[in-house]
């Protein structure tokens, strides 16, 4: 378990939507807890920074949660899996990379998804309406190098020992969380539905999911709405369901960059059930709820909302 103050691991799995770049200041958030969830895993940049030993994350994705258990418990093949496939790029061209990819929509290899999402264009995990991976190789690019990523699996699988992945939606794993756990959400983006899966997502069902939560005693983080340059993705989340709002800054879009246009930078709220702890600095960019209902579309639009946040 990492201290809060600690830099991000970097990732051993390349996951659109990734909160490694702000994980840290996102940890520092974190209260004490019996167990801790994350329902929407990803690529997992908060699972180091879990605050107690127990710990279940979840997704609907299956060979993701297959590639999770063998980082976990077979760092060694994981590793040696990926070379092997690394190699077959760089000896055939990228003609291994297509045959890997079909291999992939055929077997669900959850070992060809992490050699996909490291070189794939952008590391953007995209799935078609068939449910497919479809994108392309990333041409300029060879791939981290299997020496280099070996390291890094074997950080990643002493850091998530202790955790117990799950195959399942997500209200299925937050049936799990009692009074005292600590949940982190990190669902899709609203404005990018469907990029990553096919997928029903309710938002107000999820909205009742929180609330539920609320009435269990359970304490949640959620990351959700933001702006992407001109680009809002704004959902008008319930006031009385949420205790505090604020900003983080989280880098650039690679959506634009990957379709060409212009270099977007990335701001995501965050929202919390329960107070910030008063031991934060007041550099945080802080909204409150007030704030948040004043709050529209254009003001996200025009810039106005949010700025980076130094720690």
Not at 111 to 120: A, E, G, K, P
Not at 256 to 277: R, W
Request: net charge positive; proline share 6%.
């Amino acid at each position: 378990m990492m201290r809060n103050g600690d830099h991000a691991l970097q990732p051993v799995i390349k996951w659109s939507g990734s909160k490694r770049k702000i994980a840290p200041q996102i940890a520092r958030l974190f209260p004490a807890a019996r167990n801790y969830f994350e329902p929407f895993v990803g690529g997992g940049a908060m699972l180091p920074f879990k605050p107690c030993q127990k710990a279940i994350a979840g997704d609907i994705i299956p060979e993701l949660i297959e590639l999770w258990k063998t980082i976990q418990h077979k760092p060694d093949l994981t590793a040696k899996a990926y070379k092997s496939r690394w190699l077959r790029l760089q000896n055939e061209g990228h003609t291994a990379y297509y045959d890997i990819r079909s291999s992939f929509n055929t077997t669900r290899n959850p070992h060809d998804l992490l050699f996909l999402s490291r070189t794939c264009v952008n590391g953007l995990i995209r799935f078609n309406q068939a449910g497919n991976f479809n994108n392309s190789l990333h041409h300029t690019r060879p791939g981290i190098a299997p020496t280099r990523l070996r390291k890094i699996i074997q950080q990643w699988s002493l850091a998530i020992q202790n955790i117990e992945f799950v195959t399942a939606d997500y209200r299925d794993t937050l049936q799990l969380v009692t009074g005292g756990d600590l949940v982190f959400l990190d669902p899709p983006y609203q404005g990018t539905k469907g990029r990553y899966l096919p997928l029903n997502f309710s938002i107000e069902e999820f909205y009742s999911e929180l609330e539920r939560l609320n009435s269990i005693g359970a304490k949640w983080i959620l990351t959700f709405d933001g702006q992407a340059g001109k680009r809002a993705y704004v959902k008008d989340v319930p006031p009385d369901i949420y205790r505090e709002h604020f900003a983080l800054f989280t880098g650039n879009s690679p959506f634009t960059k990957l379709m060409g246009l212009s270099v977007d930078a990335v701001v995501e709220s965050v929202y919390l059930n329960f107070e910030i702890p008063s031991k934060l600095p007041t550099q945080l960019l802080y909204m409150g709820k007030q704030a948040s209902r004043n709050t529209t579309s254009a003001n996200m639009q025009q810039g106005r909302l949010f700025n980076q946040v130094e720690f």
